[in-house]
């Protein structure tokens, strides 16, 4: 009922940048959280940065200064600039929303994941 398609990873050198997106379509009434997480070969995913409904934010302290997490509301999608990328970044970003859909049931939903590269 929720499709979240993401898109914008790649493989990039080290110290460049790539911006991915995440659009969120469906039976929604409306997006609380908006997210992005990663996940490394052989890591647990993580929690990259997230934005709830009032544009507040939370990084985790290994992208702090580095990556922007932002939405638009109007088209139901987040961003994460990505700058300053190392290798130690090369994982699959996957992103998260929260909501609820027309008839008022809550929903979390995950993308299927854009995979980013970081190597010379």
């Known amino acids: 009922q929720v499709q979240l398609v993401e898109s914008g990873g790649g493989l990039v050198q080290p110290g460049g940048s790539l911006r991915l997106s995440c659009a969120a379509s469906?039976?929604?009434?409306?997006?609380?959280?908006m997210g992005w997480y990663r996940q490394a070969p052989g890591k647990q995913r993580e929690l990259v940065a997230v934005?709830?409904?009032?544009?507040?934010?939370n990084y985790a302290d290994f992208v702090k200064g580095r990556f922007t997490i932002s939405r638009d509301n109007a088209k139901n999608t987040v961003y994460l600039q990505m700058n300053s990328l190392a290798p130690e970044d090369t994982a699959v970003y996957y992103c998260?929303?929260?909501?609820?859909?027309?008839?008022?049931?809550?929903?979390?939903?995950w993308g299927q994941g854009t995979q980013v590269a970081v190597s010379s």
């Open positions: 934005i709830n409904s009032c544009g507040n934010t």
């Open positions: 998260r929303v929260t909501g609820a859909l027309g008839y008022g049931r809550r929903f979390t939903s």
């Open positions: 469906g039976s929604i009434s409306s997006i609380y959280s």
